[in-house]
């Protein structure tokens, strides 16, 4: 069965510094990529996604993700932290042949942007 | 427009007790799917609905877990005789047309069985 890997559980940085989470997954064929956010008591919230072309994608709030189909990953980064990015971040994905159109998530980073 | 909503928020049963929790997603939306997540861990799929297809019952744990959806409308999750291990929040999410569509969440029911 597909599977998606997020290293990092927890990651504490200071503001301004820059993030990097990582996102592997176990599937060979078409996917679809996404990485979700949940703010401290809000909803799960779409942050970027990939289906095709470009392998660079930009998302809200100034993350972007890039997809190397060659290492199964989809890593996410933000060049420069803000407080309010504290949340956790959620890999998610969907098997394109096959899998039906459920989304496979990673166990999530709880990322913390101290002051 | 509306987000996709959920009810209740919270709920707290007995062990051994039927829950009943509902969906409303985006009108227009046609797919829908219901989604587990238990203290510490990733989601979990349960079930999708797609227009009239069949659902795609493939993450149910057990047959004490059923789902109905009526058209294009609200989707109810049924847990019958709960067990603590169901303790988790539920969530709801829709979608306009697979299998490239973003899924839409909800708030999410938090379900705890003591």
């Known amino acids: 069965a597909q599977s998606v890997s997020q290293h990092n559980h927890h990651v504490i940085l200071s503001e301004a510094a820059s993030l990097e989470l990582g996102c592997n997954y176990s599937?060979?064929?078409?996917?679809?990529l996404f990485w979700y956010v949940q703010y401290p008591g809000q909803h799960l919230q779409l942050l970027l996604k990939y289906f095709s072309g470009d392998p660079l994608v930009k998302g809200i709030k100034g993350f972007e993700a890039e997809f190397i189909k060659s290492k199964f990953s989809f890593n996410l980064r933000k060049p420069s932290v803000q407080w309010s990015d504290t949340a956790e971040y959620f890999c998610?994905?969907?098997?394109?042949?096959?899998?039906?159109?459920?989304?496979?998530f990673g166990t999530g980073t709880q990322l913390k942007v101290e002051l | 427009g509306a987000g996709v909503s959920q009810s209740p928020s919270n709920k707290v049963t007995e062990k051994g007790k039927d829950v009943e929790l509902r969906c409303d997603p985006i009108s227009g939306h046609t797919a829908l799917y219901w989604y587990r997540q238990r203290l510490g861990q990733g989601l979990e799929f349960l079930i999708y609905f797609q227009g009239n297809s069949a659902p795609d019952k493939s993450g149910l744990p057990s047959d004490r877990f059923s789902a109905e959806r009526t058209g294009e409308s609200v989707s109810t999750l049924t847990i019958q005789r709960t067990q603590q291990e169901d303790s988790a929040v539920y969530l709801c999410a829709s979608s306009l047309v697979i299998p490239t569509d973003t899924q839409y969440f909800g708030p999410g029911t938090r379900l705890t069985v003591l």
């Open positions: 998610a994905v969907n098997i394109l042949t096959g899998g039906g159109n459920k989304l496979t």
């Open positions: 599937y060979g064929g078409t996917v679809n």
